[in-house]
C-alpha cells in the first residue's frame, strides 16, 4: 500500500505541488495550493439529522496549514462509529444533493475495521493526493469522505460528473495507486441520484 511518507514526498515534490507564481518568493513564504479546501465533520450519537449535525473543522490552502489541520484532528481510526471526515473544495458542502456534487458520483474503496492502520494510511494519502491535485481531471473532484461504521470503514472520492467516462475512470486509476488496490479488493464507482440505468464501474487490481 502507499505509505505517508511517500504520499508527503509525492506533496513536497515541485510536481506535487501546484503553486501560484508568487508562492516561492521568500524563504518563510507559505506553498500556496491551487485550491482552497474544507475539512468538515459530523459526529455521532446525537438525535439531530446528519445534516444539521455537520459542521466545518477548519479550511486551508498552504500546504503548511493543511499539516497544521490535520495533526489538530483525531485519525479516522479513532474515530466512534458513526462519525464521518469530509475534505472538499470551499464552497462546497459535502452532501450530494449541493449543485457541484448533484451530477456527479462517486469511487468507495472499503477497509475493514481489523485494518486500522490502514484506513489511517490511505485516509491521508487520499487526502494528499486531492490537495496535490495529483489527477488529470482534478477539476472534476468535488472532495473526499471517510465513514467509520461498525461493520466497515468507506473511504470516498466524489467527483461532480458521471457521465464523463473518461475522467471517471482517469480518476478511479489513480485512486487504485494511491490504496495500492490488492487483488482481493475491488473499487466501485456509483452516481449519486438513483436514476436508472444506474451508473456504476467497478476497478480490480491489475495482474
Known sequence: MANSKQANEFLESKEGIPLNDDSLQGAAKKRKLQNTWTLWGVTSGSEISWEDNLSEIGSF????DFWNLYYSTESPSKLQAGCDYMLFKKGIRPMWEDL????????????????TTELDIIW????????GEACDNSDQI?????RIR??????????????????????GQKLCEVVSLSSKKVLKFR????????????????P
Open 61 to 64: 490552502n498552504t500546504v503548511e
Open 100 to 115: 457541484p456534487n448533484k451530477h456527479g458520483g462517486r469511487w468507495t474503496y472499503i477497509v475493514y475495521k481489523k485494518d
Open 124 to 131: 491521508l494519502d487520499v487526502l494528499l493526493c486531492l490537495i
Open 142 to 146: 468535488c472532495g473526499a469522505f471517510v
Open 150 to 171: 461498525k461493520k466497515v470503514n468507506k473511504v470516498s472520492v466524489w467527483t461532480n460528473s458521471y457521465d464523463d467516462n473518461e475522467a471517471v475512470m482517469e480518476i
Open 191 to 206: 452516481q449519486h441520484q438513483n436514476h436508472k440505468p444506474y451508473v456504476t464501474f467497478e476497478l480490480l487490481a491489475k
